[in-house]
């Protein structure tokens, strides 16, 4: 059972922090239509240079970052999943 709630709890940090960081002005454009930005196209572009860092800074954590603390990969394997999954959803909802 404690797998399953760091999964839910790094999951959902990972796709709020996501969502955040996609959304312009940053963090406050989170309730405006897509996101804050004029168009949905610029809605995709950010959310693909947003996805591109999560995943460098998820890669480097996980190749730089190996600490004796049992459950790391866990919560990265709960990150990726969260923001991928948010990701997937975003590009879904701004293509229509």
């Known amino acids: 059972m404690e797998g399953f709630r760091q999964l839910i709890v790094w999951g959902s940090l990972a796709a709020f922090a ?3 960081m ?18 949905s196209g610029e809605l995709m572009r950010s ?3 947003t996805v591109l860092i ?9 190749l730089l970052d190996r600490t004796s603390e049992p459950g790391w990969q866990e919560r990265v394997l709960a990150g990726t999943i969260g ?11 701004a293509g229509r």
Do not use: D, M, W
């Open 18 to 20: 996501f969502i955040a």
């Open 22 to 39: 996609t959304a312009e002005p940053r963090y406050f454009g989170v309730f405006r239509k897509h996101l804050g930005h004029a168009s």
């Open 47 to 49: 959310a693909n240079q």
């Open 54 to 62: 999560f995943g460098v800074v998820t890669v480097g954590s996980a």
């Open 83 to 93: 923001y991928l999954a948010c990701y997937v959803a975003l590009i879904a909802r």
